[in-house]
């Protein structure tokens, strides 16, 4: 139990592009979800909590225009990134907690996305 | 202070021997403990949840917790080169609502 699935897997693009990726619990219900960003060999950094049927939480630092949550069902969080240049490029990864999201609740993450910007 | 600290290592420890990862967290109100394992070029993933003082064993893995130290551990005996990895402790603090602490975490390697 406790499958987070995203998608996609890779993305190499040029820059100025947006790219959207998306995050979705399979086999459970997610009333919260979060996104981090993590540069090699650096620890993981949250960058927003995503919250159904309302606005994300970003964290300081971290531009809300620039990168974009929706989390419009219980299953479901994109995070696009808007007009991407060469310093976005990092490995994104969403997660979701189970137990009504409670945040005492481990975490289960997706695979991850890795993005390049050209 | 860091709210969770682990020591970065990296940590190299023998093929068959036991292999002890340490966790300092700063709030005293943590009620709960993961542990994560992330390979290089992956997400993390979930290997031990711990919410009571002592020891939790999962195969070979324990995880050990002292709340009055504030210090949670890792032992994974018998280890493996496929245990080679960063090993992620994870602490939900209050603030607001609960927010999720990761440390920075413990490269390992176990050498065949």
């Known amino acids: 139990g406790a499958v987070v699935s995203q998608h996609p897997s890779w993305v190499i693009c040029k820059s100025g592009t947006s790219v959207k990726i998306e995050c979705r619990s399979l086999?459970?219900?997610?009333?919260?979800m979060f996104w981090y960003r993590q540069f090699p060999k650096q620890s993981l950094m949250l960058m927003a909590t995503?919250?159904?049927?309302?606005?994300?939480?970003?964290e300081q630092g971290v531009e809300k225009d620039k990168f974009l949550i929706n989390h419009a069902s219980l299953t479901l969080s994109t995070l696009t990134v808007t007009s991407a240049h060469p310093e976005d490029s990092s490995f994104y990864i969403c997660?979701?907690?189970?137990?009504?999201?409670?945040?005492?609740?481990?975490?289960?993450f997706g695979d991850g996305t890795r993005l390049s910007i050209l | 202070q860091k709210e969770v600290e682990q020591n970065s290592g990296p940590l190299s420890v023998p093929e068959g021997a036991i292999a002890s990862l340490n966790c300092t967290y700063s709030?005293?109100?943590?009620?709960?403990f993961f542990w994560y394992r992330q390979y290089s070029g992956k997400s993390p993933e979930l290997i031990m949840s711990i919410y009571s003082n002592g020891d939790k064993e999962d195969g070979r893995f324990t995880a050990q917790l002292n709340k009055a130290s504030q210090y949670v551990s890792l032992l994974i005996r018998d280890s493996q080169p496929s245990d080679s990895a960063t090993y992620l402790c994870a602490v939900p603090i209050r603030a607001g609502g609960f927010k999720t602490i990761f440390g920075a975490g413990t490269r390992l390697f176990v050498k065949a």
């Open positions: 709030d005293r109100g943590s009620q709960s």
């Open positions: 995503s919250n159904e049927g309302s606005k994300a939480t970003y």
């Open positions: 997660s979701a907690v189970t137990g009504g999201g409670l945040g005492n609740q481990p975490q289960h």
């Open positions: 086999d459970f219900q997610a009333t919260t």
